[in-house]
């Protein structure tokens, strides 16, 4: 996740707000999930998209490579004498 120290919601000056339409069943799981961790809704549900938000911004900015093509990045890196002594997988 991001490397930032996130603090938890409850503690925060709120001046935003967010909404969405969600439907009964969708509200009941939430409302569920937020009892079972002895949390407000408006806790669980914040908390729970802050975390997705940053994984998602964390997932974006990563470049993740196979071995193959990890190898194939530092022959071209090293240039073409690199990639003539090396060989193709």
Do not use: C, W, Y
């Not at 490579?65 to 990639?83: E, H, Q």
């Amino acid at each position: 996740m991001a490397d930032s120290v996130v603090k938890p919601v409850s503690t925060r000056m709120r001046a935003e707000r967010l909404e969405a339409r969600i439907t009964v069943s969708q509200k009941a799981l939430i409302e569920h999930a937020a009892a079972l961790q002895g949390r407000s809704v408006t806790d669980f549900v914040l908390s729970s998209v802050q975390e997705a938000a940053a994984k998602a911004i964390d997932e974006h900015q990563r470049l993740t490579l196979s071995v193959r093509d990890g190898r194939n990045f530092v022959r071209a890196l090293l240039g073409p004498k690199a990639r003539a002594a090396g060989h193709e997988d």
